[in-house]
């Protein structure tokens, strides 16, 4: 079980990326999250220090809110570059 869980999480891990494609940002992780969001349907950004599950590799994170109600909360590298970019 131990096993399983540590090969799940390092699955997880080593397949979580956000890539901005044109107009849209495409957030995975793994075979759980697969999210194409349009860039200017995001209506906020903030930082974000939950615990809740999300497609985050670290607690250092932003919220994205989107369309009227739907959030993803992500952890990029570099955070201010990532919103330059979304900008």
Request: hydrophobic share 40%; charged share 25%.
């Amino acid at each position: 079980v131990i096993a399983f869980t540590s090969i799940f999480l390092f699955h997880l891990l080593i397949t979580t990326y956000y890539v901005i494609e044109g107009n849209r940002l495409r957030v995975k992780s793994g075979f759980l999250v697969n999210r194409t969001i349009e860039i200017e349907k995001i209506r906020k950004v903030e930082t974000s220090k939950s615990f809740l599950s999300s497609p985050a590799t670290s607690f250092d994170r932003i919220e994205l809110s989107y369309n009227k109600f739907d959030t993803v909360t992500i952890s990029p590298a570099d955070k201010s570059s990532f919103v330059a970019d979304l900008k």
